[in-house]
C-alpha cells in the first residue's frame, strides 16, 4: 500500500480518535469525499449552513462504521463565491485528491461551470440546491426541488387565499427567470393574472422605486424569487412603507438564505414559502437528526436550512448507493441509483427518479412566524415533472445537457 | 400628482443618502489624498456597531446615532495609527493597503458574528401620501444627511479645528512650523472621516440591511460621486450626489434598476470628461 | 560586471526558467498541477498588460478587466456562432483593441488624467459589468449565442489549431500555448520597451511636459500604449475562456479589476518580470487557502479557513514591508551585494 505521511498521520488520527471513543476502528483508505461551496464571499449565507451539515453527515456516517468498511473524509473546497475557483477546485477534486464524488455548487452559475469538468474527468457529482430544473447529465444527481414540486403548489394556494392578481420581483439571473416563467404558468392556469414581472440584479439595495410602482399597481399578493442578502432590504423596505399590512407577499426562495432570522417577525411574519425541509417537519428521524445535529453545532445553530438539509440527503443517498453497488466505482454507484433508492430522511422519504436523476419527495407550504416556520399544508412524494417532461436518461443515458423548459 | 410627490421624496432620499454615505470618504480622500477602499467595511461596521450596541439594551437612536461613529471612530484612528500612517504621499500603496484591509474587516466580521445577523428594523413606521404609502424613517434619512453636511461645513469653516486641518492639509511642514503636530491632525481627520462613515452605515443599515460583504455594493459608487464632486469635500459630495442620486433614481423608476444603475455611471463619465477636475473644479471653487 | 552584462544574464535566466517551466512541468506533475499552472500563465499576461500600461505607460488603469472580459465574451460569442475559431481569435484581440482605442481617444485627448482616469476606466468597467450582468432573459443573444446574464455562457467550444476545425487543442495543448503565450508576451514587451517607442513612453511617463516640449505628442503615445495594452489583455481573455469552457460577468467586477492592480504593486511596478511573479504568487496562495479549508471546525481553528481574513491581513503586511514590490526590493538587495565589487573592478 502506497500512502504518504500525511495520509498516514491522518489515518492513525482518526483511528486513535475513534478508539478513544470505543468506535469502530478502521484499517482501511479513507474514501474522500468532495466538497465544493462558497464559504466566503457574497454567497456564504447558503455555503456556510451546507457545509457544517456536509460535515454533521460525515462524522454520522464515520461513528456508524463509515463505508465499505472504509472511513470517510472530507475534502472541503472555499470557493470563494468565484468562479474561477470552482473551475480550479473541481480539476484539482477530480484529479488530485481523486474523490469519490462531488457534492456542492450553488448557483446554477457555479454548477454549469464544474458539470463539464467532473463529466470530463468521471467524477460523479451531486448538486444539491434546489433550483430551476432541467438539468439532464447521468453523471449528475440533483436533490434539490424544481418549480413542479413547488411553485406548483404555492400559486394556487396563495391565490385561494388572496386574490388573482399577482406582481412578480424576480433575481435577475436565470433561475429567478425561469422561476418566475413558473409562476406565471399556474397562476394563468388557475385563472389569475401576472400584472407585472420586474428583475434585479443581485447586489441591488435600493427598492424604493418598485415598491412604488407596486402600490400603483395594486396586486392582490407579491410573489418574491429574490435571492441572496443584497436582496433582503427589499422586504425591509417593503415593510418600513407598511407594505406588508395590506399586500401579503409569497416566496420560494425566502428562509433559504434565513431571511426569516435576519428580519424581525414584525417584517417576515405572514411570508408564505413552500420546500421540501422545515425544522418543524414532524417525523421520527428529523427528531433524532435535530437532536444529534445540535449537540454536535450547539443548541444555539440558527436554522438547519433547506440547501442544508438537501446535502444531508444528497450525501446519504449517494452512501446508499455505495453500499448497494458495494463499490465506490462511479458507474456502478449511478446504475445502483439508477435503481431507484429511498432514505427515511428528514424530511420523508426521499427517492431517486431513475429517468431523471432527480428526487421524488415530501413538499410543505409553510408560513413565517416569529422568525420560525409554521407548517400549514404537506403534498407527499412530489415527482420532479418538470425536468421529466425534457428528460429521460434511460432511453438517452447520453444526454448531457440543460434544458429550458418550454410551455 | 401623489404619485409624483412620492417619486420627489425617493429622489431627494436617494441623493441625501448617497451624500451621507460619501461624505467620509470625501474627508479621507480630499483631504489627505488617501484612497480608502475600506470605506464599504467601514459603513459595514457601523452598522454592525448599532446593532450589537441596540442588542446591548440601547436604543436604536443611541445605538446609530452615537455608538456607531465612536466605534467606528475608533478603528478608523487605529487603523491610521497601524497602517495608513506610513503611507502619506504613497496614494497607490494606501490603495492596496486599505484594500486588504477590507478582505481583513469582512473576513474578521464573518468570523464573530457569522453569516446570520439578525438585523435592525426602520423604526418610525410609515405614512400616506393620497393612496400610496412611504416609509418615514426616510425622512429621518434625510435630516441626517442635512445636519452632517451642515456639520462638517461649519466645522471647516468656523471652527479652529477646521482651520488646522486645512492648512496640514494645503502644506504640513509650514503647519508643523507654526507649532501643529501633523500626524495628530492626520490621525483625527482620518478618525473624522472613519466616524461619518459609520454614522452613515448605521444609519443606512435598517434600509439596506447588513451582512459582511455588503460594502461591495457602495464603495464604487461613493468614490465615483467623491471623484466627481472635485477638491471641496462639502459642496462637491452635495453637487455630485445630487447629479447622480437624482439620475440614478429616475431612470431606476422610468425603466430598470439596472439602467439606473448605468445612467449612473454613464452620467460620472460624462461629467468627468466634461469637467475633469470634479464639478468643484469648474464651479464653486474655493469653496469647501 | 557591467549593468548591460547584468540585464543580458537577467534575461537569459528569465529564459531559461520559462522554458523549463514549458517542459518541465508537464513531464513532473499530474494533470491537475497543470491545468492549474495553465490558468496562472493566462492570468500572468493579464499582468503583463498592465504592467506595460501601468508600470511603463504610467496610465493608471482600473478597467484592464473591460479588455480582458471583453475578449473572453467576444471569443465565446464568436466562437458559438462561427464553430471555427481562427477569426473569434482574432476579434477576441481587435474587439478589445478597438474598444480601448476609442475609450483612450476620448479619454486623453480629454486631458484627463492621474486619479479620473482611474475612476473613467472603472466605471466603464461596471457599466460593461451591469449591463452583461442584465441579460439573463432569453431575449439577449447574439446570433445563436446566449448571453446568459449571471450565469454567464458555459460550454464554449476549444480552441483549434488555425483553419482546421477537427484539430481541437487538448488539455495539454492549452498549457503549452498559455505557456509560450506568456513567454513570447514577456520578450515582446522587452523588445517593444528597449525600443525608442518604448523609451519614449517611459519619459512620457517621467515627465509629460517635458516630452511635449521635445516634440513627442504624449496623447497619441499613451493611446498606442493604452490600445497595446488592451490588445494583450483580450489575448488573455481568450485563453481565460479555452482554460475553463466559460465565461461570466465576474470577470468585468470591481473584484477583479483590483486584483490586475495588487498583481502589479505586489510585483513592482516599472518591472516586467514582478507583476507575474505577483499574479502567479496570489493566485497560489488563494487557491491554497480554500482548498485547506476546515471544517465544522470551531475558535481559532476556523480562522485558518477564513480566507479573506488571512489574504487581507497578508497584503496589508507587504504594503509596510515590501513597499517598493518584490522584485525593486529583491533588486535592490542584490545592487547592494553586486555593487561594491563591480565598483572595484570598473
Known amino acids: ?332 454507484v449511478i446504475e445502483a441509483l439508477e435503481t431507484g433508492i429511498s432514505i427515511d430522511a428528514p424530511s420523508g422519504k426521499v427517492t431517486i427518479d431513475p429517468p431523471t436523476h432527480h428526487c421524488i419527495l415530501d413538499v410543505h407550504i409553510a408560513e413565517a412566524k416569529d422568525r420560525k416556520f409554521v407548517l400549514l399544508e404537506d403534498f407527499s412524494q412530489q415527482k420532479p415533472t418538470d425536468t421529466a417532461a425534457v428528460c429521460d436518461l434511460k432511453k438517452n443515458p447520453n444526454d448531457n445537457q440543460q434544458y429550458v423548459i418550454k410551455f | 400628482m401623489d404619485l409624483v410627490a412620492l417619486l420627489a421624496i425617493q429622489v431627494v432620499y436617494a441623493i441625501a443618502s448617497l451624500a451621507l454615505m460619501s461624505v467620509g470618504l470625501a474627508i479621507i480622500f480630499g483631504m489627505m489624498k488617501v484612497i480608502n477602499l475600506a470605506h464599504g467595511e467601514f459603513l459595514m461596521l457601523g452598522g454592525y456597531a448599532a446593532i450589537e450596541a441596540n442588542r446591548f439594551g440601547l436604543s436604536i437612536w443611541v445605538a446609530m446615532l ?84 451642515g456639520g462638517v461645513l461649519a466645522v471647516l469653516r468656523f471652527t479652529k479645528l477646521g482651520l488646522i486641518a486645512r492648512g496640514t492639509m494645503q502644506n504640513a511642514n509650514m503647519a508643523a512650523a507654526l507649532g501643529v503636530n501633523p500626524n495628530r491632525v492626520y490621525s483625527i481627520t482620518f478618525g473624522v472621516g472613519a466616524a461619518l462613515t459609520g454614522l452613515a452605515g448605521a444609519v443606512i443599515a435598517p434600509v439596506s440591511g447588513i451582512f459582511p460583504t455588503i460594502g461591495a455594493a457602495y464603495v464604487a459608487k461613493c468614490f465615483i460621486t467623491v471623484i466627481g464632486g472635485g477638491a471641496s469635500i462639502v459642496m462637491g459630495t452635495t453637487a455630485a450626489s445630487t447629479l447622480f442620486g437624482a439620475v440614478n433614481q429616475i431612470a431606476t423608476y422610468v425603466t430598470t434598476p439596472v439602467f439606473g444603475e448605468v445612467a449612473l455611471l454613464a452620467a460620472a463619465i460624462v461629467l468627468i470628461r466634461a469637467l475633469p477636475q470634479g464639478i468643484t473644479g469648474r464651479f464653486f471653487r474655493g469653496s469647501l | 560586471m557591467s549593468a548591460r552584462a547584468l540585464n543580458g544574464l537577467g534575461l537569459a535566466l528569465i529564459a531559461v526558467v520559462g522554458l523549463a517551466v514549458l517542459v518541465l512541468v508537464p513531464w513532473l506533475f499530474d494533470l491537475d498541477v497543470v491545468l492549474n499552472v495553465t490558468v496562472y500563465m493566462i492570468m500572468a499576461v493579464l499582468a503583463l498588460s498592465l504592467a506595460l500600461v501601468w508600470g511603463f505607460g504610467g496610465i493608471l488603469c482600473f478597467g484592464q478587466s473591460a479588455f480582458f472580459g471583453l475578449g473572453a465574451y467576444t471569443y465565446a460569442i464568436a466562437m458559438v456562432n462561427i464553430g471555427e475559431s481562427t477569426a473569434p481569435l482574432i476579434l477576441a484581440i481587435l474587439v478589445p483593441a478597438a474598444f480601448a482605442a476609442l475609450l483612450g481617444y476620448f479619454i486623453f485627448y480629454g486631458r484627463i488624467s492621474d486619479v479620473y482616469l482611474g475612476v473613467i476606466t472603472l466605471t466603464v468597467t461596471l457599466i460593461l459589468f451591469n449591463s452583461i450582468n442584465s441579460t439573463a432573459g432569453p431575449e439577449f443573444h447574439i446570433g445563436s449565442a446566449k448571453l446568459g446574464g449571471f450565469n454567464g455562457i458555459p460550454g464554449i467550444p476549444s480552441l483549434n489549431v488555425p483553419f482546421f476545425k477537427d484539430w481541437q487543442i487538448d488539455l495539454e495543448g492549452m498549457f503549452y500555448l498559455s505557456t509560450a503565450s506568456l513567454i513570447l508576451c514577456y520578450f515582446g514587451l522587452r523588445a517593444l520597451l528597449a525600443s525608442r517607442f518604448g523609451r519614449t513612453i517611459v519619459g512620457i511617463r517621467e515627465n509629460e511636459q517635458r516630452a511635449q516640449l521635445l516634440g513627442y505628442d504624449p496623447r497619441i503615445y499613451k493611446l498606442a500604449t493604452f490600445t497595446i495594452g488592451a490588445a494583450l489583455a483580450g489575448y488573455a481573455g481568450c485563453l481565460f475562456a479555452n482554460w475553463g469552457n466559460f465565461v461570466s460577468p465576474t470577470i468585468f467586477g470591481l473584484a477583479q479589476s483590483a486584483q490586475i492592480i495588487i498583481w502589479v504593486i505586489v510585483g513592482g511596478r516599472g518591472t516586467l518580470i514582478g507583476p507575474i511573479i505577483g499574479c502567479v504568487g496570489i493566485q497560489w496562495l488563494t487557491a491554497a487557502l480554500g482548498a485547506n479549508a476546515p471544517s465544522g471546525a470551531a475558535g481559532w481553528q476556523a480562522l485558518l479557513g477564513n480566507v479573506p481574513l488571512i489574504l487581507g491581513a497578508i497584503l496589508v503586511a507587504f504594503v509596510l514591508l515590501v513597499p517598493k514590490g518584490l522584485v525593486p526590493t529583491i533588486g535592490g538587495l542584490e545592487a547592494l551585494l553586486i555593487r561594491p565589487r563591480a565598483g572595484a573592478s570598473r
Open chain 1, 1 to 332: 500500500m502506497n500512502i504518504d505521511r500525511r495520509q498516514f498521520l491522518g489515518t492513525a488520527a482518526a483511528v486513535a480518535g475513534a478508539s478513544a471513543l470505543g468506535g469502530p476502528t478502521f484499517a482501511a483508505d479513507p474514501i474522500k469525499v468532495g466538497s465544493l461551496h462558497d464559504l466566503s464571499g457574497g454567497l456564504d449565507i447558503y455555503g456556510k449552513p451546507m457545509v457544517d451539515v456536509f460535515t454533521f453527515a460525515i462524522e454520522e456516517a464515520n461513528a456508524a462504521g463509515g463505508l465499505l468498511g472504509r472511513p470517510l473524509q472530507l475534502i472541503n473546497y472555499d470557493t470563494q463565491s468565484s468562479m474561477q475557483l470552482y473551475t480550479q477546485f473541481a480539476q484539482q477534486a477530480a484529479l488530485k485528491d481523486k474523490v469519490a464524488v462531488v457534492h456542492g455548487g450553488i448557483t446554477s452559475a457555479s454548477r454549469e461551470v464544474i458539470r463539464p469538468v467532473l463529466d470530463k474527468f468521471k467524477t460523479l457529482y451531486f448538486y444539491n440546491t434546489q433550483y430551476e430544473g432541467g438539468v439532464c447529465d447521468r453523471n449528475q444527481f440533483d436533490t434539490g426541488v424544481t418549480p413542479a414540486q413547488t411553485v406548483e403548489k404555492l400559486v394556487p394556494y396563495a391565490m385561494k387565499k388572496w386574490g388573482k392578481k399577482v406582481y412578480v420581483v424576480a433575481a435577475d439571473y436565470n433561475y429567478g427567470q425561469i422561476t418566475s416563467q413558473w409562476v406565471k404558468k399556474y397562476a394563468t392556469e388557475n385563472g389569475g393574472e401576472i400584472l407585472s414581472i420586474e428583475y434585479f440584479p443581485l447586489d441591488v439595495t435600493n427598492f424604493s422605486s418598485t415598491i412604488s410602482k407596486i402600490q400603483a399597481a395594486k396586486p392582490d399578493f407579491v410573489w418574491s424569487a429574490l435571492v441572496g442578502g443584497a436582496h433582503i432590504s427589499f422586504y425591509r423596505q417593503w415593510a418600513a412603507a407598511g407594505m406588508n399590512k395590506s399586500i401579503p407577499m409569497a416566496s420560494t426562495t425566502f428562509g433559504v438564505g434565513n431571511e426569516q432570522i435576519v428580519l424581525s417577525p414584525e417584517e417576515a411574519n405572514g411570508m408564505l414559502v413552500c420546500y421540501n425541509y422545515f425544522e418543524g417537519v414532524k417525523n421520527p428521524a428529523n427528531t433524532a437528526f435535530l437532536e444529534k445535529f445540535h449537540k454536535r453545532f450547539g443548541a444555539d445553530y440558527p436554522n438547519v436550512t433547506e440547501l442544508a438539509m438537501g446535502t444531508y440527503q444528497g450525501f446519504n443517498l449517494w452512501a446508499e448507493g455505495v453500499k448497494k453497488a458495494e463499490s465506490i466505482d462511479r458507474l456502478k
Open chain 2, 66 to 149: 452615537i455608538v456607531a461613529p465612536i466605534v467606528v471612530g475608533a478603528i478608523g484612528i487605529i487603523v491610521e495609527r497601524t497602517v495608513i500612517r506610513w503611507l502619506y504621499g504613497r496614494m497607490i500603496d494606501t490603495m492596496l493597503a486599505t484594500w486588504g484591509l477590507s478582505l481583513f474587516l469582512v473576513g474578521l466580521t464573518t468570523a464573530i458574528f457569522g453569516n446570520t445577523t439578525v438585523g435592525l428594523s426602520a423604526p418610525l413606521g410609515s405614512f400616506e401620501i393620497g393612496e400610496y404609502r412611504t416609509s418615514t424613517y426616510t425622512l429621518f434619512v434625510i435630516g441626517v444627511a442635512i445636519v452632517v453636511l
